[in-house]
């Protein structure tokens, strides 16, 4: 099974995009976390390490979309410290439309990080509608 | 420099200066962030610097280039910003030069690599409004004043804190290219670059501590790591 995980500069934003993607993403493990370490605006690199590591339990990799800049950087920071036993990878792909083109594909029986991956980054063609 | 204590305390100095400095501009560096970003650079970094101060102080046992480290640590996991990852991560990262302590040929290596990552991981060059701006010409000229033109590190920092000065003001005419700020693009123009302000102010403390240590007239094992109130409150203004 492949996990995906949502990180937003919100909390609510992650949270919202989450409950899309398990909507249409059926039994995918799908983790989401915002907001900076007081609850403000931005992103925690250790509640992003903390939610890879929830993930990793029981999965064969984590996919993980995020939104703006500096979501996406500590997304990347978080994975670069990830326990090496799980395979994470930051996709290059509109959040929400990411999001739920991962959990769909998660939720294959013949799921791999690739395949998930594929899907999320295809997601960009979804969202400009071309 | 000299034993791993005296570099202790040294790196003790700067952080608690860098924390001062940025607590006491942390209005400054919100208002230049409001004109064109989120507002919350003074306040992301203050958290991230009041971190390292903390981490450091606990870490009595370590070498320099694990206390550089572990700065580099406490920024990545408190900022909450891109300025965790960036300034937070291009310090980890150039720790591993600082394998022999803290001299000139190390500090020309930690700044380049520190650079490197930067614009590695953020995908700016100069000339798109972002703190690679003040920063490329500081290292530039510190590597240049150390290896071609021999001068003593500290008149290197000055001049590197003088070219990183010229970047902060080259930034206000720019149209941003990378960061929130991008999202205004033409609105952006004629605001000073919150992140190249943040990285003068470093380097300016950085500056500071070099001073204390590498003047030649201060006995160093007598240096306090901590800096005077009194000198707290006249920063800034």
Known sequence: MIGVLVVSHS???????????????????????????????????????????????????????????????????????????????????????????????????????????????????????? | MASRETEREAILEAVDRIAARIESEKQ????????????????????????????????????????????????????????????GGSCMHASQELEDGITAETTVAFAEAYLEKLRDRGGAEVGDKTMVDALTPAVHTYKKSIEVDELPPLEALAKAVDAAERGVEFTVPLKAAKGRASYLGWRSVGHQDPGATSTLLILEELLATAQVYLDGNVDVTAASPTIPDEDVENQGE
Do not use: W
């Open chain 1, 11 to 130: 909390r609510k934003a992650a949270e919202g995009i989450g409950d899309i993607a398990r909507e249409m993403g059926g039994d995918a493990r799908i983790e989401a976390v915002g907001g900076d370490p007081d609850g403000g605006i931005g992103t925690s690199v250790d509640d992003i390490r903390d939610a890879l590591s929830r993930l990793a339990d029981g999965t064969d990799g984590v996919v993980v979309l995020a939104d703006l800049g500096s979501a996406v950087m500590n997304a990347e920071i978080a994975v670069e410290a990830a326990d090496e036993d799980v395979e994470c990878v930051v996709v290059d792909a509109p959040i929400l439309e990411g999001a739920l083109n991962a959990a769909v594909a998660a939720s294959s029986p013949n799921a791999s990080l690739e395949t998930v991956e594929r899907a999320a980054a295809e997601a960009a063609e979804h969202a400009t509608g071309t």
């Open chain 2, 28 to 87: 400054h560096l919100a208002d230049l962030d409001s004109a064109i970003g989120d507002a919350d650079h003074g306040a992301n970094l203050d958290r991230g610097f009041q971190a390292v101060v903390e981490k450091i102080e606990q870490k009595d046992d370590a070498e320099t280039q694990e206390l550089v480290k572990t700065a580099g640590m406490a920024l990545i996991s408190k900022v909450g910003g891109a300025s965790g990852p960036l300034y």
